[in-house]
């Protein structure tokens, strides 16, 4: 079983849009929860399709980790 999980950042990746921080992502998380960052707003705009990297930053059982995911929106 997985320790105690901090997140230090969460950068997401948009085709066509750059990459933007979520202000509200650094903490720490439980597993088997879902965690809902709200005020993101692009003018409306429907989200985009192709693909979309989030890369998570954080640190977990004291030890610091980077990982990245590639999610494609159709």
Do not use: C, N
Not at 32 to 53: C, D, F, I
Not at 62 to 70: H, L, P, Q, T
């Amino acid at each position: 079983m997985a320790g105690p999980l901090t997140l230090t950042s969460l950068l997401i990746t948009f085709p066509g849009l750059g990459t933007m921080e979520d202000p509200l992502a650094p903490g720490p998380k439980a597993a088997g929860e879902t965690y809902l960052s709200t005020g993101w707003k692009a003018g409306g705009a429907q989200m985009p399709e192709g693909e979309h990297v989030l890369a998570f930053r954080g640190i977990m059982d004291g030890r610091r980790f980077e990982v990245e995911v590639r999610v494609v929106v159709d």
